[in-house]
């Protein structure tokens, strides 16, 4: 027998103007579940959740819960005490510890009333309140505990926020797009956390590798109700194409059916009377049933652009600073025709920094930005531009314009903004009557308007729904321009980019062509290397070491250019080491090479010592230019 469900939601409809959001939808919540709540923009997602956090009621329907359910809420719009410390803000998230705490101290002790509330601290954890507090914080690369709120940023003050939520270990938990602003590490952090989780746990979140890593069942918001599919994303979109191949199927029968029944009505058949009533009660039973949702088969538009100049951009040499901490130093960077590149790291690395001194908004320290003649910069704020809450999307975007113009095309701006999702109804609705991922896509359509070979583009995934997520992805991946990327979305990056430039912990800044996939690939491998060829390698092998009261040597010109290129020359030694493997390893291999196999195995020994040699020297180069920066910096 299944245990009772902790919270049940029945009926809920919910109606903002003309807009039906909740249209009967109904949920029952099960012990230990993950439910990853997913849809488009404005399909209800944020609004079910504030109703299951008791931050909102229902028009009509009802939501309970289990007596003394302990809920734990992140809203998409958090509000933090401004005065507090951060230390403080998170606290804040377990005030029913807090009070206990309290009470306990003031108290009689020996008392039952003393021995209940220590009870009740114990189950809850109470004593490590403070330690947890810091730890969650420190997980999270949230900024320093006695740091004050209204000195943070929002990602910043998320963070914090996401912190308060998971400090009270509730037996409900329930997040609304708890991985914005978080970086990869800070992510898979929280995917550990929550797949350990003992109580239950209801998110909306756009990252995908999240929902299949965390979810246990998915719950589709659609035409106002909840569709339940057991399982994870990837499972769930197994089954949701299911359901509509066979929902197209019982609708093309529907169809054959009423046109046939259609032929007969016309006829206006005569006798039998009785046969012929319930034959149009048939009839109109069948043409009152509602037809499947139709998607939306759109394409997001990004302006085509004009012929790419040899050289895009590219800078020599740059260094910044903030405060006593090198964000980046003397780093060289070509963005290449038609390359579309992401740029990773933690929080407060400098990634925003990077790509407001490449376009000019920044002055670099030392070094130099340069632009091509004919590059034209299409920049996407992570901010994003203000918008007029009164106005209707209608108006926002086109200021004024009926018309956009596209490359040599001109289009309605209906039909611009059918392309980003927008039905007549939603065209004329006002932005601030819109959903925060509904607001992200007329940004979108706002700012993509205006052209450019080259797209900046600054976490552009926060706030989306999944299926703009993929009309993005499907966009940059066929547009014909750069593009330099900002994100977190390890789906979204390994879709769309064709090389990864890597903010990593030790402070450098390296650059991998391939997908993100292949660049933590590759990392894995050159952290194992440089740790095994350390060892490995003769002492002829390593660089000199050079004694603390000498200036390091700089990398010459050649070696630098060896330095840029040493990847590749890796990746092909490899791959040749690999081949001659798989000729000696294969299963007929003595039987056809019985009296040549020494010459084989020579060539295996020649492509691993080449491999062996090539790592020595990255190893040597690296060494000397991580030696020249440190001297440097020092």
């Known amino acids: ?143 320093e505990s006695e740091r004050i709120i209204n000195t943070l940023s929002g990602g910043e003050k998320r963070r914090v926020s996401l912190a308060r939520a998971l400090l009270a270990q509730p037996d409900f938990l329930i997040l609304d797009e708890p991985t914005n602003h978080l970086d990869t590490g800070s992510i898979e952090w929280l995917e550990t956390f929550l797949s350990r989780y003992n109580g239950t746990c209801l998110f909306v979140t756009h990252d995908r590798y999240f929902l299949d890593r965390i979810a246990t069942r998915i719950v589709e918001m659609a035409q106002g109700k909840c569709i339940s599919y057991q399982g994870n994303y990837t499972e769930y979109l197994i089954s949701r194409a299911e359901r509509m191949s066979q929902e197209a199927v019982n609708e093309h029968k529907r169809q054959r059916f009423l046109k046939k029944e259609l032929e007969w009505v016309r006829k206006r058949p005569s006798g039998r009377r009785t046969k012929s009533r319930d034959r149009m009660d048939k009839y109109f039973e069948v043409a009152d049933q509602e037809a499947p949702e139709e998607e939306i088969d759109v394409d997001l538009i990004i302006p085509a652009c004009g012929k790419l100049p040899n050289r895009v951009l590219d800078c020599e040499g740059i260094t910044q600073t903030a405060g006593d901490r090198t964000l980046f130093r003397n780093f060289d960077f070509k963005l290449e025709p038609g390359e579309r590149v992401g740029i990773v790291g933690r929080n407060g690395m400098g990634k925003s920094t990077l790509i407001k001194t490449l376009l000019g908004m920044i002055e670099p320290e030392s070094g130099s930005v340069h632009v091509g003649m004919r590059t034209d910069i299409n920049y996407v704020d992570q ?17 004024g314009q009926e018309y956009v113009k596209l490359g040599d095309e001109t289009i309605g701006l209906r039909a611009y903004l059918r392309r980003f999702l927008f039905d007549d109804d939603r065209i004329n609705t006002k932005i601030e009557l819109l959903s925060g991922g509904e607001r992200s896509r007329v940004m979108l359509a706002k700012i993509l308007k205006r052209g450019g070979n080259v797209l900046v583009l600054d976490e552009p995934t926060n706030d989306l729904d999944l299926a703009t997520l993929r009309l993005l992805e499907e966009a940059l991946a066929h547009f014909k321009g750069s593009v330099l990327v900002v994100s977190h979305d390890r789906y979204f990056l390994n879709r769309v980019c064709t090389g990864i430039l890597a903010f990593e912990d030790d402070g450098s800044l390296y650059f991998s062509p391939g997908s993100y996939d292949y660049y933590l690939e590759k990392k894995a491998q050159r952290d194992k290397q440089a740790s095994s060829y350390s060892k490995l390698t003769t002492s002829k092998d390593k660089p000199k070491k050079v004694k603390p009261t000498e200036k390091p040597r700089k990398l010459k010109w050649s070696e630098e250019e060896t330095l840029k290129t040493i990847e590749g020359d890796i990746l092909v030694a490899e791959e040749d080491v690999a081949a001659q493997e798989a000729v ?51």
């Open 584 to 634: 000696i390893t294969a299963p007929n291999f003595y039987a056809e090479h019985a009296s040549d196999y020494q010459e084989f195995e020579k060539k295996l020994k020649e492509a691993k010592e080449k491999a062996t040699k090539i790592y020595a020297l990255w190893e040597e180069l690296e060494a000397v230019k991580a030696a020249y920066e440190e001297y440097a910096n020092s």
């Open 383 to 399: 901010n994003r531009l203000l918008m007029d809450d009164q106005k209707s999307v209608f108006e926002e975007v086109g200021e």
């Open 1 to 143: 027998m299944s245990e009772p469900a902790i919270a049940s939601a029945s009926e809920l409809c919910v109606k903002y103007s003309h807009h039906t959001v909740l249209d009967g939808a109904t949920l029952a919540i099960q012990p230990g579940e993950r439910i990853g709540l997913v849809g488009r923009n404005g399909s209800g997602k944020s609004t079910f959740l504030k109703i299951c956090a008791g931050a909102d009621t229902p028009d009509s329907g009802e939501y309970t819960t289990r007596n003394d359910l302990v809920t734990g809420y992140l809203p998409q719009n958090f509000e933090l005490d401004e005065e507090a410390t951060v230390l403080e803000a998170t606290l804040a998230g377990a005030q029913h510890i807090l009070d206990l705490l309290d009470a306990y101290d003031n108290c009689d002790m020996a008392s039952q009333a003393g021995a209940d509330i220590l009870e009740e601290i114990n189950h809850l954890d109470g004593w490590s309140v403070d330690s947890r507090a810091i730890s969650l914080l420190t997980n999270l690369h949230a900024p």
